[in-house]
């Protein structure tokens, strides 16, 4: 049976195991078929031109993992930002992990996904918020329909969260092919701060798809620093539909470091929904093999000034590829609309490849749009440079790259994060680095 | 030190130098001046080893080593710097780090350890001070957003800190005002020994007032068709380069 149909299928299935009276029910059948009517997309969308789905649609995926499993927390330890105290919401094989994870309802509520959506305390929230950020493109469709377990944050006005919090999904491999899910609501009130890491681990070689749904909204004046770290297995891929929309005044931030996995699409989505808001994307991308991420950005600037900062890096080796498709709209009445963007690029091989497509849809006429990309080898001058001083050309052109990549972590806020990025960086890049650069 | 016997090289099957000697011996500080477009930077660069250039015909010996096979880090090792007439710049990488890790890849390839990160410290102090560089300075990505006199003060900076055998200075004067052109021969006039030797390239006599040198060429044409003492300098200065091509031309 193909995919498609199992999934569509499988609704049944599913209705039977959630509380089909809920509210959100009806957003979730809506939700099935819209997926029924759109299916899978493939190249012939303009979206997907350069990514295809095709070689992860053909496996036998479980929909449903029939047993439950745990770990131990030395055992996936790495996996953590384990030196800071944090927040986690950890859940394997799409169950949550409670024996790995710390919530809260103290203050802030950092909890599960399924208890908001059925429990009566959490009502509001979900009928103002849930499935209101997320658009009806098929993926997420065919997220919201399943849409049954994930992270769940709320964040009271003025109140700012010191600690981190972690979200993170393993992937066990006791099924030879699992679909996750996961779907996550953050929802941050006026004033209020939150930091949050996000990450998708496969324990083994077997094939896990997954395709996630982050709703995020940030009031006024809120602060909202995300960060996704995507360094997986090559036999796992992840379709990451983020959006966020954000009110006057407050500030977010997704940073997004792809450094492994078959396939990785990421689906960012920034709605700036009042004035003096300020949105930044950065991302680092170094992928070798046969590997391949794609960037898909959208910035709506649909209110005056307000401001965009979007900064990509790629290194692509080996028979890699990447794909930057950057989008840029500024309303009518999006006057002094400051947008950046750039995504620069070095090739290590020519085998690898880069398709980059900055697309800006400008309506308002007193703005700031600025696009660059570039694709590259790196800079003979700088090389010899380094080299006149001594410094051999493997570590020149490793320090090099080391250097391009690393500017974009200047806007890590989290040093433990920055520093266990930065190491990652020159590991895959094999720099010593026994200093800071 | 350094001999060059009959050298020509070119970039893209273009000929730009046509059979260059010189000798430079430790302690001398030669200069080498001439117009615009006569070779200059060629032969500074062939001699730091820049692959774009290819040595045609003849030798560049340092020690008595042919050294054309050899990479340009691997001249620097052997004790060879250039002072960039436009220094590169490296966003992301810090004055410091830039010099540590010059400095511990040079030690490595002598089969040293690496520096102790004190007496690296105690180093740059000390050298940064030599060329009244300020500390903050040094935390800065390397040559980025440098003005033009900052940027030579750092490339004599890194020759202070690398202590070369045969230090060339392209153009190092090109873009200084006077305090930072006395500052930067300040600086190159307490790193000369007896054991060491200097290579000015310049196409003005002005900094020649401050770094004196023991012989002057004029190099025109991709050949040194006169060399002299000091005194040629103060010569060119006045008479320019025009008599010099007459005199090569008839």
């Known amino acids: ?437 | 030190m350094l001999k060059i016997n009959n050298l020509h090289a070119s970039v893209e099957d273009k000929a730009i130098l046509r059979g260059i000697n010189l000798e430079v011996k430790p302690g001398e500080v030669h200069a080498i001046m001439g117009p615009n477009g006569s070779g200059k930077s060629t032969l500074a660069s062939v001699i730091a080893g820049k692959e774009e250039y290819e040595v045609t015909k003849g030798e560049i010996l340092l020690d008595n080593e042919d050294i054309d096979e050899l990479a340009a880090e691997e001249r620097a090792h052997k004790g060879v710097f250039l002072s960039f007439q436009y220094p590169v710049e490296i966003p992301g990488v810090s004055v410091t780090n830039f010099m540590k890790t010059a400095i511990n890849e040079t030690r490595k390839a002598k089969g040293l350890e690496d520096m102790p990160a004190k007496d690296m410290l105690k180093l740059i102090r000390e050298k940064s001070e030599l060329l009244e560089i300020d500390r903050k300075f040094l935390s800065r990505s390397l040559n980025e957003g440098f003005s033009g006199g900052e940027k030579k003060r750092n490339e004599i900076f890194q020759m202070a800190m690398l202590e070369p055998k045969l230090a060339i200075l392209d153009e190092t004067d090109s873009g200084l005002d006077i305090d930072a052109l006395r500052i930067v021969a300040n600086g190159v006039n307490k790193l000369k020994s007896k054991d060491n030797a200097v290579i000015v390239i310049t196409h003005y006599q002005r900094l020649l007032d401050y770094i004196v040198p023991d012989f002057v060429h004029v190099l025109y044409d991709g050949r040194i068709v006169k060399s002299g003492t000091k005194e040629l300098a103060h010569e060119l200065e006045e008479k320019g380069y025009d008599w010099i091509k007459e005199e090569v031309n008839a």
């Open chain 1, 1 to 437: 049976m193909e995919l498609k149909d199992k999934l569509v299928s499988s609704f049944m299935a599913f209705e039977n195991m959630v509380d089909i009276d809920a509210p959100v029910h009806d957003v979730r059948s809506e939700a099935i078929k819209s997926f029924e009517d759109l299916g899978f997309p493939t190249k012939r969308d303009e979206a997907w031109k350069y990514t295809s789905l095709n070689s992860l649609l053909k496996h036998d995926y479980s929909v449903f993992p029939k047993q439950e499993n745990s770990l131990e927390f030395s055992d996936v330890k790495r996996y953590f930002i384990h030196d800071i105290d944090s927040y986690k919401i950890v859940f394997i094989d799409g169950k949550y992990a409670s024996n790995l994870s710390q919530t809260t309802h103290d203050g802030i509520d950092v909890c599960l996904m399924s208890s908001a959506l059925s429990k009566p305390k959490y009502r509001l929230i979900i009928e103002n918020y849930f499935n209101k950020a997320a658009t009806k493109d098929s993926l997420s469709s065919l997220n919201t329909a399943f849409s049954q377990e994930g992270a769940y944050i709320h964040i009271p006005k003025n109140k700012i969260v010191e600690k981190p919090i972690q979200i993170i999904h393993f992937s066990s491999g006791k099924e030879s092919a699992l679909l996750l899910q996961p779907r996550n609501l953050i929802v941050v009130e006026e004033n209020a701060h939150v930091q949050i890491m996000e990450r998708h681990q496969s324990l083994t070689d077997n094939a896990v798809l997954t395709n996630s749904v982050t709703e995020i909204f940030a009031n006024k004046r809120a602060i909202v620093d995300y960060y996704k770290l995507q360094n997986d297995k090559p036999t796992a891929s992840l379709i990451d539909n983020t959006f966020i929309k954000q009110k006057r005044e407050s500030h977010a931030s997704v940073h997004t470091f792809s450094f492994g996995g078959q396939l990785t699409r990421n689906n960012l989505n920034f709605y700036q929904e009042g004035e003096r808001i300020d949105s930044t994307l950065k991302g680092v991308t170094i992928i070798g093999d046969k590997q391949h991420v794609d960037h898909n950005t959208l910035v709506h600037h649909i209110q005056p000034n307000c401001e965009s900062h979007q900064d990509y890096k790629g290194i692509f080796s080996d028979r890699s590829t990447g794909v930057f498709n950057g989008k840029v709209v500024v309303d009518k009445i999006a006057q002094k609309t400051n947008a950046f963007q750039a995504n620069n690029n070095i090739l290590l091989s020519d085998k690898a490849s880069i398709n980059t497509k900055p697309q800006l849809e400008i309506f308002a006429d007193d703005v700031k749009c600025s696009h660059g990309c570039t694709i590259g080898q790196l800079d003979d001058s700088a090389m010899f440079y380094m080299r006149s001083r001594g410094i051999p050309e493997k570590e020149a052109k490793a320090l090099l790259m080391f250097a391009f990549s690393n500017n974009v972590l200047d806007s890590v806020k989290i040093p433990e994060i920055k520093q266990r990025i930065t190491k990652i960086i020159a590991t895959k890049l094999g720099v010593d680095i026994g200093f800071d650069l």
